[in-house]
């Protein structure tokens, strides 16, 4: 049973809907705003979630306002935030490089702006807010870097991800030793940033990341056309009017700035822009890049982990980081022995 439908508006206009994506999309707004409204309720200090709902709409006591609106609430938009950024930047790279691993964690995207962060913290001490400037710079450059060097006449999927990998490995070499030549005081503020953590987060935070994807994630789903055109091949793309390589600079442009941008607020959460795209395609099994399904994907996901690193584990809060590390590192092990399976790797 097919599952598109076509909508006709007046004037002629008609456009063609996937019925499953588009529940699924919906399914999965509803599920980063649940687990958003629980993760608000809990704490030391626990709210039901019908007060929670009241207090986010101005209806709350003096203390639950404080407690909901100064101490929580920032920090579930920066975890939606940088999910949801994650989660478009991972669909674009792999998108764009016709490949399931082709994502920020595996191109070293995040170990770029990690070694931009490491710079600020070990050589010059910085704040919180140049560390993140650095981290932002350092991720641009790594990503200027991995488009210089697969250049050759176009940036075409594999080679992309190769030269990621090979950058990934000199920037990792690169962090380490930074870390060596940083005293125990900065060495220990540096693996704290280096976990992905959402603690601390307020809206210094929240602002400048929501301004960004503001401008982007609009600009990257009105260019979603020639995205999907270019995933038939570049040849076919140019012929149906695309003009690729300024379209794929654009839309790399956009990606890296997600990321970075994400990678400056949380620290370098590991494997939700790798894991959100894949679940998103798998659950709407619609083929395309799926933009804003992997944008609410990366959003559930995060909020998710963020729960449960505060209450899987007791007394003892994980950084968000340590878990989507293990459940990506899980999930990336199924990728790989699925795609030796089918003979693609």
């Known amino acids: 049973?097919?599952?598109?439908?076509?909508?006709r508006a007046p004037g002629g206009l008609s456009v063609r809907l996937d019925v499953r994506a588009v529940t699924v999309t919906l399914l999965l707004l509803a599920v980063a705003l649940t687990a958003s409204v629980v993760l608000i309720g809990t704490g030391d200090f626990p709210i039901p979630a019908a007060d929670v709902i009241r207090t986010l709409v101005g209806e709350g006591d003096a203390g639950q306002e404080f407690i909901v609106n100064e101490l929580r609430l920032?920090?579930?938009?920066v975890g939606l935030l940088v999910g949801a950024s994650l989660g478009l930047g991972g669909a674009l790279f792999q998108t764009i490089s016709r490949n399931p691993l082709g994502s920020p964690d595996i191109l070293g995207l995040g170990q770029g702006a990690t070694a931009g962060a490491l710079i600020v913290i070990v050589l010059f001490s910085g704040s919180a807010n140049q560390v993140a400037l650095g981290a932002l710079a350092g991720g641009l450059v790594t990503g200027f870097a991995i488009y210089a060097l697969a250049w050759k006449r176009g940036v075409h999927g594999y080679r992309l991800v190769l030269v990621g990998i090979g950058i990934s490995a000199i920037v990792t070499a690169v962090n380490g030793?930074?870390?060596?030549?940083?005293?125990?005081?900065?060495?220990?503020?540096?693996?704290?940033?280096?976990?992905?953590?959402?603690?601390g987060r307020d809206w210094d935070q929240v602002w400048p990341l929501?301004?960004?994807?503001?401008?982007?994630?609009?600009?990257?789903?009105?260019?979603?056309?020639?995205?999907?055109?270019?995933?038939?091949?570049?040849?076919?793309?140019?012929?149906?009017?695309?003009?690729?390589?300024?379209?794929?600079?654009?839309?790399?442009?956009?990606?890296?700035?997600?990321?970075?941008?994400?990678?400056a607020a949380a620290g370098p959460v590991g494997f939700v822009a790798l894991t959100a795209p894949q679940l998103?395609?798998?659950?709407?099994?619609?083929?395309?890049?799926?933009?804003?399904?992997?944008?609410?994907?990366?959003?559930?996901?995060?909020?998710?982990?963020?729960?449960?690193?505060?209450?899987?584990?007791?007394?003892?809060?994980?950084?968000?980081?340590?878990?989507?590390?293990?459940?990506g590192g899980v999930y990336l092990l199924w990728l790989l022995v699925t795609e030796r399976r089918a003979g693609r790797i």
């Not at 030793?177 to 603690?199: C, E, F, K, N």
């Not at 503001?214 to 040849?235: F, Q, W, Y």
């Not at 890049?289 to 209450?311: K, T």
């Open 74 to 77: 920032p920090r579930v938009l």
């Open 280 to 327: 998103a395609r798998r659950l709407t099994c619609s083929p395309g890049p799926n933009l804003v399904a992997s944008m609410l994907m990366g959003a559930a996901l995060l909020v998710s982990a963020d729960w449960i690193s505060q209450r899987a584990f007791g007394a003892e809060q994980l950084p968000v980081g340590v878990v989507t590390g293990v459940l």
């Open 177 to 199: 030793y930074l870390l060596t030549r940083s005293d125990i005081v900065d060495a220990a503020r540096a693996v704290v940033w280096m976990t992905g953590s959402l603690d």
């Open 210 to 263: 929501l301004a960004l994807c503001a401008v982007l994630v609009p600009l990257v789903l009105t260019h979603s056309r020639g995205l999907r055109m270019m995933e038939m091949g570049d040849d076919v793309s140019y012929a149906l009017g695309v003009r690729v390589e300024r379209v794929r600079l654009l839309l790399m442009l956009s990606a890296v700035l997600l990321t970075a941008s994400a990678t």
């Open 1 to 7: 049973m097919k599952s598109n439908r076509v909508v």
